[in-house]
């Protein structure tokens, strides 16, 4: 997989810029066949900097009643990603 494959978008909430300023780390919705190892090349590829600390999460998508009857929503992965002290991205 190609590095632009693995991490999709940035999650951008005000817990996640809390943890960015206060703690370096950034939370990315990445690919959900992508483990920790890809996850880590793809962001060293893409950003310059190698993460000290990959976590990931599977997000279960929950299912809701709609007018045409019950709709799942997708299964997502989101990854936390911390970076060595001192170094940053800018991500907006």
């Known amino acids: 997989m190609l590095a ?10 005000e817990k ?3 943890a ?5 780390k950034y ?14 090349d793809a962001f060293q590829q893409i950003y310059g900097i190698r993460p000290v ?3 990931t999460q599977t997000r279960k998508g929950r299912t809701r ?3 045409f009857g ?5 299964v997502t992965k989101k990854a936390i990603v911390r970076l060595p002290e001192g170094k940053t991205i800018e991500l907006f």
């Open 27 to 40: 939370t990315f919705l990445v690919d959900r066949r992508a483990n920790k190892d890809d996850i880590r």
């Open 53 to 55: 600390k990959v976590v």
């Open 4 to 13: 632009t494959d693995v991490i999709k978008k940035p999650i951008l909430t």
């Open 70 to 74: 019950w709709v799942g929503a997708k």
């Open 20 to 24: 960015m300023n206060e703690e370096g």
């Open 65 to 67: 009643r709609m007018k």
């Open 16 to 18: 996640t810029t809390y």
